[in-house]
């Protein structure tokens, strides 16, 4: 249904990358790292299936997927980044809207 990648800074996890792969890396930055992600944010676009992706989600070259890039944070820092590709036919996007309090702002600008 999708391919995930996701990049982590080695300096905030030194040594992740030499063990299995946690079921949850948002549970191990918390529970192992003392990371917890108290905000995000998502771009998502429709773009078309390369063949590298095609092949992993088993659709044509060129089939409309939803490719997502997230940007995790504790506070200002940085501790996740991760691209997503999902197939369009097999998934759907649901957002809840609330009013946040106080209100969220952007760090970056």
Request: net charge negative; no cysteine; hydrophobic share 40%.
């Amino acid at each position: 249904m999708s391919v995930e990648r996701t990049w982590l800074p080695e300096k905030s996890v030194p040594g992740m990358a030499d063990e299995a792969p946690p079921a949850s890396i948002y549970a191990a930055l918390s529970q192992q790292y003392g990371l917890v992600p108290d905000w995000g944010e998502d771009v998502i676009e429709a773009t078309a299936a390369d063949s590298e992706t095609a092949h992993l989600l088993g659709v044509r070259v060129g089939s409309p997927v939803l490719h997502i890039e997230r940007h995790s944070y504790a506070g200002e820092v940085l501790i996740a980044y991760t691209v997503s590709v999902y197939r369009s036919d097999r998934y759907q996007l649901w957002v809840p809207l609330a009013r946040p309090l106080p209100p969220i702002t952007n760090p970056r600008k």
